[in-house]
């Protein structure tokens, strides 16, 4: 889908934009349905899967990833479902509601596969859980995957670790069953939460320069290495504030802003995206998991020299506790004693820490520092002594 | 009470600590029931009440602060309270425990006033807060404070703006009767919540600098002006790194951060402590309210240029949202762009965005930076542009 944006972008704040036709209003000729089969930068023009050429001065490549359907018999059979943009969740919704499901296997336990846990779940589906790798969530450290195992459990959700899937065939008793390394498993919905995968092709045909990642190489403008081409989104890279390179890292909100920032540069208004630290989080029925910076492993390939330190902490005053639980664990560099990365879990109060932790990322604090940051204290948010804090000091004594 | 604090530190790590014997365990004297009459720095001692003496060679002053009694007709009546420490709760909670109470009246609707009316409240019991003041909370927004007023009314509890009180006598049907500028008020229980006022009465007697607040001087190792004595807490200043000065903000956890570097400094293990940005919190009801660095008072009377803008966000993502409210206020400086102040309202997620905006206070971000923080995103936690961003964007477009 080509966008124009020019000089629409004040125009546009005036109208709730939603189909082809609000666009129009604005003086923007959306063409849905509409493949980009090639990109002439020298003309300056695009040719379009209905045959026509569209002409441009300004150009944004939003084209995104795709999600990844796994290349095994049966990948393809109703009821196979991958999830990534809103016609997939409005078929997988039409499939609930006009064949009903009793049993879920999803494959692949990261975000997708914890988020689609609680909503097929909250239908009443039985749900299993498997992946390649030994545990969920595998950025998390695993003593805070044990939770999210437990978490799963408590809501009868079983997680199969070291689960390769091999084959789906129809079923008898359910509509399908699939065949993994594990055995078999029976389902009436299979969904592949197994990662993304972006295309190059178009750029690289236009000549536009990829990063170490494959991503295309933008600047803080958005600027891809053609004059008049911007990149934003998860077909861009993006650059990381902690390990100080552009990285690869497509999510949402990241792609949210790097849109904002590439419109007010073509709108004439310049502006620069400053980066990511990293940022992450997602819930899982009533667990709060969250994460920023880098873990131990990638500070170690970028060159730090990682410690870590991990307490289980409270996200209320002691003497309001009822049994939560709040884990964090920080990982500093030996080097420099800044900090690099931090995770949280619990049932409240995790994602709080990790937002803190996150501006001290983006501002370079050093976990000597984060353990005395001035934080908003009362009892029923937290202790005199915040778990950032403590954790920020356990760190410090092993560096 | 004079403790000795010295190298027990480490020690005192492997015992409960909770009674004067505990402390004997350590080496530790612990004087309870005996006041410092008087302080002999040459010399290095105290007198106590008891008529000893007690050499020192290291003196650290926590003396806190104590709770204003407002000097009114009746001010000492039974049933009358102030809450300020352990004692006060325990005789107030014997009072109501014992005597029972139908009506409580609040004078102050400040930190107290407010928690105390929630206290309440759960206790069956019906509460009237009056104020002088014309708004509960006074530091907050009236847009903010506004959302309190309406938050005591939906649980019954009122609120009397610019209402003084005047003398307190016994009652009938209710055992107190309270004289207001607005009229009576019964009540079994008064409690005044009308802040504190520190004694500087030792330090000064021992010749200690104090500030321009009249608390305490220390330097960021929490040393007073003469050698061997330190200050902590309530009876001292402390740095505020958004104002760039000494001020006196004499909240518990920043008691309790003091307390730690005086503790490492006496022991040998030297530290400093890096000062505030003003945050704080306090729960009514259903409400967060929190607040960090600067008001535009505050700004405008340190000679800052404060500009601000007030936004209501979600603290969810919109598909997701059920109603809840989150009002973000933030103030910058016109003059270096950076970020001065900022305080939240809702239901939930009020305490997190203050957290992240306290550490890029500590951290002295611009407004234009915090309009980009990358924050963990999704959408259980907030909106791909959080509160915090779009309200550093409006802000950003008045600066």
């Avoid at 002409?55 to 109703?78: C, F, H, K, Q, S």
Wanted: proline residues 4%; contains cysteine; hydrophobic residues 40%.
């Amino acid at each position: 889908m080509p966008y124009y944006i020019g000089d629409v972008i004040k125009e546009s704040k005036k109208l709730v934009i939603r189909t082809p036709e609000d666009f129009k209003k604005t003086g923007i000729d959306v063409k849905i349905k509409t493949r980009v089969d090639g990109i002439d930068p020298k003309k300056g023009s695009l040719s379009l899967s209905d045959g026509t050429l569209l002409p441009y001065d300004v150009l944004v490549m939003a084209t995104g990833a795709e999600a990844i359907r796994l290349d095994i018999t049966g990948g393809d059979l109703e009821g196979v479902y991958v999830l990534r943009n809103l016609t997939d969740a409005l078929k997988m919704k039409a499939y609930l509601n006009e064949k009903g499901c009793k049993k879920a296997v999803l494959i692949g336990a990261g975000y997708i596969g914890m988020e689609m846990c609680e909503a097929l779940r909250n239908l009443g589906i039985e749900v299993k859980v498997m992946d390649i790798l030994p545990r969920p969530a595998i950025r998390w450290d695993s003593e805070f995957t044990k939770m999210i195992v437990e978490e799963l459990a408590k809501t009868q959700v079983e997680f199969r670790p070291e689960t390769k899937p091999q084959a789906i065939e129809k079923g008898k008793d359910y509509r399908l069953k699939l065949q993994t390394s594990g055995g078999e498993l029976d389902a009436d919905l299979v969904l592949m939460g197994v990662g993304t995968k972006r295309s190059a092709v178009l750029a690289e045909s236009m000549g536009l320069a990829l990063g170490e990642s494959g991503a295309i190489k933008v600047d803080f403008r958005q600027k891809t290495s053609r004059e008049g081409v911007y990149a934003v989104g998860d077909c861009c890279e993006v650059f990381h504030k902690v390990a100080g390179r552009w990285v690869y890292f497509p999510l949402g909100d990241v792609a949210n802003k790097q849109g904002r920032v590439a419109g007010q540069n073509i709108g004439g208004y310049p502006a620069e995206f400053p980066g990511i630290v990293g940022a992450q989080a997602f819930k899982v029925f009533n667990l709060e998991v969250a994460a920023t910076g880098l873990t131990e492993e990638e500070a170690a390939k970028y060159g730090f020299q990682p410690v870590s330190a991990m307490i289980w902490g409270l996200p209320v005053g002691r003497p309001m506790a009822k049994g939560e639980k709040l884990g964090v664990k920080l990982v500093g560099d030996k080097t420099t004693g800044k900090l690099l990365g931090g995770q949280c879990i619990g049932e409240k109060g995790a994602v709080q820490r990790v937002s803190s932790l996150s501006v001290a990322l983006w501002a370079g604090l050093s976990v000597d520092e984060v353990g005395y940051l001035d934080l908003p204290y009362a009892p029923p948010f937290g202790g005199a002594w915040d778990a950032i804090h403590i954790a920020a000091q356990s760190l410090k004594g092993k560096m």
